[in-house]
């Protein structure tokens, strides 16, 4: 049997100090491939940037709903370009999350729909 994980953050920050050997141990577990997800503009291009590096590591690229409220053109034109990348497989994250309210819910909508 094949394990995919497909919905990992390896640019946390948490894994600056051993992100390859993660990503080593995970291979080596049966765990491959491995997609890592972006939840904002940062962390998109920093998944399609590891995504570049490793044969077997995809990215998703996206805003999650928690941060709606910073979403502009120019983030949701630079997510459109990241998206073209052949290294990434979908879009996300990215949705509706009213259970904290973090971002409003008309902005959440907003962006959910572009």
């Known amino acids: 049997m094949q394990w995919i994980d497909t919905h990992a953050h390896l640019d946390s920050e948490k894994f600056d100090a051993d992100r390859e050997a993660v990503i080593r141990r995970a291979r080596e577990a049966g765990v491959w491939p491995v997609v890592t997800v ?9 998944a399609v940037a590891l995504a570049e590096r490793q044969a077997g590591l995809y990215a998703t690229v996206g805003v999650h709903p928690h941060e709606a409220k ?4 120019a983030v949701l034109d630079e997510l459109r370009e990241l998206a073209q990348h052949p290294r990434v497989v979908a879009v996300g994250e990215i949705g509706l999350d009213y259970y904290y309210e ?3 819910r008309e902005k959440q909508r907003e962006v959910f729909e572009v």
């Open 102 to 104: 973090f971002s409003p």
């Open 38 to 46: 972006g939840a904002d503009l940062a962390s998109s291009r920093a």
């Open 70 to 73: 910073s979403v502009d053109g």
